[in-house]
């Protein structure tokens, strides 16, 4: 059973700069595993953020970026504003058609 | 633009199966650029990956439910459909239909329905 690790909470300043990261329990995360995020706010459906590592999808803003850093896919939020606390998940293409979701990320702006 | 519906209804009973619907408008399903996937999260807690099929009506399910799970297409309505057999509790969940890019260029869940709550309970 793969695993997909994120932080379970992380919070940030308002105007500051924060990384979320998705690791495997075991190896590697590299571009060959298409990242890619979601974000979601209470009682609503997930939005698309980023994927293909670092390709933002339509009408997200630039100060969300996507990298590997390390031995893992990240999303990077700088400049984070109120209505970016959210939760986050990440997910990985395992092959065969097989796609994994992380635990997820409580992101805190105070 | 396209749009993604799901229906069904909310409340099975433990051990029957579960049948949800996702009707798709302002396109097609069978575009060879895309699955079209379910996805689920519980009460409280994160996304899973339920399974995905393709315009050729290839299948790719979570292997943690393959044996209980089945999707399907009806290019003719422009919909896809899950069945969940012998649910229980822990089958409760937010259901959400998704149109699932497979390309070179990206394998990402690109827009997503709504969501439908299933609770299981006698």
């Known amino acids: 059973q793969t695993v997909v690790t994120q932080e379970p909470s992380v919070s940030v300043s308002p105007g500051g700069t924060v990384t979320l990261t998705c690791g495997l329990r075991?190896?590697?995360?590299?571009?060959?595993?298409?990242p890619s995020w979601y974000q979601q706010t209470p009682g609503q459906a997930p939005r698309t953020l980023m994927y293909?590592?670092?390709t933002r999808s339509s009408g997200v803003p630039d100060r969300f970026s996507g990298s590997i850093l390390g031995n893992k896919a990240a999303l990077t939020i700088t400049g984070a504003q109120a209505d970016d606390e959210s939760d986050y998940y990440c997910?990985?293409?395992?092959?065969?058609?097989?796609?994994?979701f992380g635990g997820g990320t409580t992101l805190t702006v105070l | 633009q396209l749009q993604l519906q799901e229906s069904g209804p909310g409340l099975v009973k433990p051990s029957e199966t579960l049948s949800l619907t996702c009707n798709v408008s302002?396109?097609?399903?069978?575009?060879?650029?895309?699955?079209w996937a379910w996805i689920r999260q519980p009460p409280g807690k994160g996304l899973e990956w339920v399974g995905s099929?393709?315009?050729?009506?290839?299948?790719y399910y979570n292997p943690s439910l393959r044996s209980r799970i089945s999707i399907s297409a009806d290019t003719s309505k422009n919909r896809f459909s899950l069945k969940v057999m012998s649910v229980t509790a822990a089958d409760t969940a937010v259901y959400y239909c998704?149109?699932?890019?497979?390309?070179?260029?990206?394998?990402?869940?690109?827009?997503w329905g709504r969501g439908t709550l299933v609770t299981v309970s006698s």
């Open positions: 075991s190896g590697s995360v590299s571009t060959s595993y298409h």
């Open positions: 293909n590592t670092n």
């Open positions: 302002g396109g097609s399903i069978t575009s060879s650029s895309y699955y």
């Open positions: 099929i393709s315009y050729g009506e290839n299948t």
């Open positions: 997910v990985l293409y395992m092959g065969s058609g097989i796609s994994v």
């Open positions: 998704a149109r699932h890019h497979t390309t070179l260029a990206g394998r990402y869940f690109g827009l």
